[in-house]
C-alpha cells in the first residue's frame, strides 16, 4: 500500500455495511443520469468525471469491504465521480424512477423513503469530504474540491438544458403547414454564404437560426406526419417563428431570384395548397398564409414571453435590410 492510501486504514471495519445503501442508490441514479441521451451538456460532464455506465456497473458489483477499499486503490475517482454525480441526480426529477423502484423494492412508505435519501446524501456528502482529502485531484486542476465546483457547474449546465427542451406547447400540421415549415428552415440554412446581400447576411448572424442549432429541428421535422402531435420546446418556437418570418419576407420579395434558389425550394403541390384553408390563389398568398398563422399562434399562446419578444424585434430588424 503506497503512502498515499494509508487512510483507508483508518476506515472502520464496517464502513461498507454502512455504505452499503448509498452506494447502491447512488449507483442507480448515475446510472439514470448517463442513460440521457448525449448532449453537449452530458458531453462535458463526462469529460470532466469519466464516468460512463460501464463504469458504474463495475462499482455497482461492489459487495464486501474488502472489494470497497480495492476500488477506492484502484480508482477512487470513479467511486468518487459516481457518490457525487448520484448524489446530484437524485436532488432532480430525474430520480423519480430510481426512487420509485426502491420504494418498491424494500416496501418500505413514502415517509421512510425521505429518511433513506436523506441518510444515504448524509453519508455520501462526509465520504465526499474524506476522499477531497486525501485522493489527487485530476491534472490540471489544484484541488478535488475546485474539481467538484467544475462538475456541479456542468450538472447545473445539463439540468438548464434539460429544462429549455422541455415542450411547451405541441402543434398538430396539416401537411401544407408541415411542408413550409420544413421549408422555411432549410431556406434559414441555405441562405448563399459568400453573398454580400444585407438580409441574407444578417439572417445568418441570428444566434437561432445557425445551422448546428437547427440541424435537431430539421431532423424532427423531416419525420413528422402530418396532423400527428408534434411537441415544441421554446427554442424550438423560436426557431420556427423566426425561419417562417424569413421564409414569408423571401417570398414577398425577389431575394429568391436575385439568389437563384427558386428551383431548390419548390413551394406548395397544387393538391396541397387546396388543402390550405382557405385555399390561397398563389403560393405566395398560400406561403403567406401559413407565416400569419403561425405568427398569430405564437402570440396567442406566449404573449409577453421575453423570448418571443427578443425574436421579434430580430425579425423586424431583418425587414429593414430587405
Sequence with gaps: MSA???????????????????????????????????????????QLSGLDAVT??????????????AALRREPLAVY??????????????????LAYVRQAMSITEEQLGQLLTYCQQLSNAFLGQLEEHVAAPAGVASLGLHRLGVEEAFAGFLAA???????????????????????????????????????????????LQPATLEPLIARLGHAQPHEPLPLSMPEVVQLYQALQVCGMVFVSDLMSHMGLEDSFPTLSEEERRASEPAPASNREAVGSIVSGFTQWVQQNFPGNPEIAQARQQVLALADEL
Aim: avoid cysteine.
Design 4 to 46: 498515499s492510501d494509508s487512510w483507508l486504514d483508518t476506515l472502520p471495519a464496517d464502513f461498507y455495511a454502512q455504505l452499503t445503501h448509498t452506494l447502491n442508490l447512488h449507483g442507480m441514479a448515475a446510472l439514470e443520469l448517463l442513460s440521457r441521451p448525449a448532449t453537449p451538456a452530458t458531453d462535458r460532464i463526462y
Design 56 to 69: 458504474v456497473q463495475r462499482l455497482n458489483g461492489i459487495s464486501s469491504h474488502a472489494q470497497l477499499l
Design 81 to 98: 465521480h459516481l457518490l457525487l454525480l448520484g448524489g446530484l441526480t437524485l436532488e432532480t426529477s430525474l430520480a423519480a424512477p430510481v
Design 162 to 208: 434539460q429544462l429549455a427542451a422541455r415542450p411547451v406547447a405541441e402543434l398538430r400540421p396539416l401537411p401544407p403547414q408541415l411542408h413550409i415549415m420544413r421549408l422555411a428552415l432549410l431556406l434559414a440554412v441555405s441562405l448563399p454564404q459568400d453573398t454580400d446581400h444585407p438580409f441574407a447576411q444578417a439572417v445568418q448572424a441570428l444566434p437561432h
